[in-house]
């Protein structure tokens, strides 16, 4: 069973950074595309960003993460870092981590229990 730890929230001013981590555990973390998402209050869960599977060679975002966050990934420590630069209050919102892949033609996915992120001064 793949397990998902996020850590890395916190309070931070506009214009300020934060780096959000998940540790991946139970499984090689490296046969899974891995994303960020994140839930605001009141709104529904949204994508933020992307990475392939293993090099983690392609990666994708969310218009509104574009420029300022980047997602990267280290196979060997079996995590994937969110960088997230110049926040605006509206990046406030609980990040969870995903870890998907396609097996036998079913898709398989699993959640962390989410990190929350206030960007408020």
């Known amino acids: 069973q793949v397990q998902l730890v996020e850590s890395g929230g916190g309070l931070v001013q506009p214009g300020g950074s934060l780096r959000l981590s998940c540790a991946v555990s139970?499984?090689?973390?490296?046969?899974?595309?891995m994303s960020w998402y994140r839930q605001a209050p009141g709104k529904e869960r949204e994508a933020v960003a992307t990475?392939?599977?293993?090099?983690?060679?392609?990666?994708n975002y969310a218009d509104s993460a574009k420029g300022r966050f980047t997602i990267s990934r280290d196979n060997a420590a079996s995590t994937v870092d969110l960088q997230m630069n110049n926040l605006e209050p509206e990046d406030t919102a609980v990040y969870y981590c995903?870890?998907?892949?396609?097996?036998?033609?079913?898709?398989?996915?699993?959640w962390g229990q989410g990190t929350q992120v206030t960007v408020s001064s």
């Open positions: 995903k870890a998907g892949r396609l097996i036998s033609g079913r898709y398989h996915d699993y």
């Open positions: 990475i392939s599977s293993g090099r983690g060679i392609s990666t």
């Open positions: 139970g499984a090689s973390s490296s046969s899974y595309a």
